[in-house]
């Protein structure tokens, strides 16, 4: 303690002795000490950095991994051993395998590498159960000397998107199919109704009004039916007004 008891400033000492004899008989000690609290001090803040990374690591909700420019793997979160686990519940195929020789890589991301490198591969490997789409990149990592140190690897499972997207893309395929037999049938009828002088009538109870028209893609006239059964013969408008009341 280099302060006082109410203000303590501890400092931490790193001590060597050698004994010195002469004779057989000890004459002296040497005892060295040097102040390594700084560099203690600086170990302890590296050492929680790095729990705190840790932790952040293994937590993290994206599947990653760490490997050296050889394509060795350091490090891995808890996220990518579950995303690797194959069927039988091993991850070592995966685990002990060197990144360029990943089947989503191999060919396509050579050792050395610097470009990044964003990829959507389908992963079938039948000996393993094995049997999704996965999105992968790869981020190479580099220092302040401009040189190479590590690959940086994140992953994501995505056949349930995938699914929804190609469900979503026959529904909408689907729905346009329906919408041009619709325009096509509306068309017809359009043109039926032209050549023939007919029309198409709708009768609306609440507002006690009759629409007209003579394309049902199209809008026509309306009048009330007070109106509508003016144009009619009067021996005849009680009885239209009874099918339409019906």
Not at 18 to 23: G, P, S
Not at 178 to 195: K, P, W
Not at 206 to 234: C, K, M, W
Request: aromatic content about 10%; overall charge negative.
């Amino acid at each position: 303690n280099r302060g006082t008891s109410e203000q303590p400033r501890w400092m931490i000492l790193y001590g060597y002795a050698i004994l010195e004899k002469k004779h057989g008989k000890p004459v002296f000690i040497v005892y060295t000490a040097k102040d390594i609290t700084n560099e203690v001090a600086e170990e302890r803040r590296i050492r929680n950095v790095a729990s705190k990374y840790k932790e952040m690591f293994d937590t993290n909700l994206i599947a990653m991994s760490f490997y050296d420019v050889n394509g060795v793997l350091l490090d891995v979160n808890n996220k990518m051993r579950d995303f690797c686990r194959a069927d039988n519940g091993d991850d070592q195929w995966f685990l002990k395998g060197s990144l360029f020789a990943f089947p989503a890589l191999k060919g396509c991301f050579l050792p050395g590498t610097r470009d990044v490198l964003h990829a959507c591969q389908h992963l079938h490997e039948p000996q393993l159960g094995l049997d999704k789409y996965i999105e992968i990149r790869v981020r190479p990592v580099i220092d302040d000397n401009d040189e190479l140190i590590y690959y940086i690897v994140t992953t994501r499972d995505v056949t349930a998107d995938r699914n929804m997207y190609l469900e979503q893309r026959e529904q909408d395929r689907r729905l346009q199919a329906t919408s041009n037999a619709i325009r096509r049938y509306e068309q017809q009828l359009g043109y039926l109704l032209e050549e023939s002088q007919m029309y198409l009538w709708n009768y609306r109870p609440a507002e006690n009004v009759i629409d007209i028209t003579r394309s049902p893609g199209q809008q026509g006239f309306h009048e009330s039916v007070e109106d509508y059964l003016q144009t009619i013969r009067p021996d005849y408008r009680e009885q239209a007004l009874a099918c339409l009341q019906d």
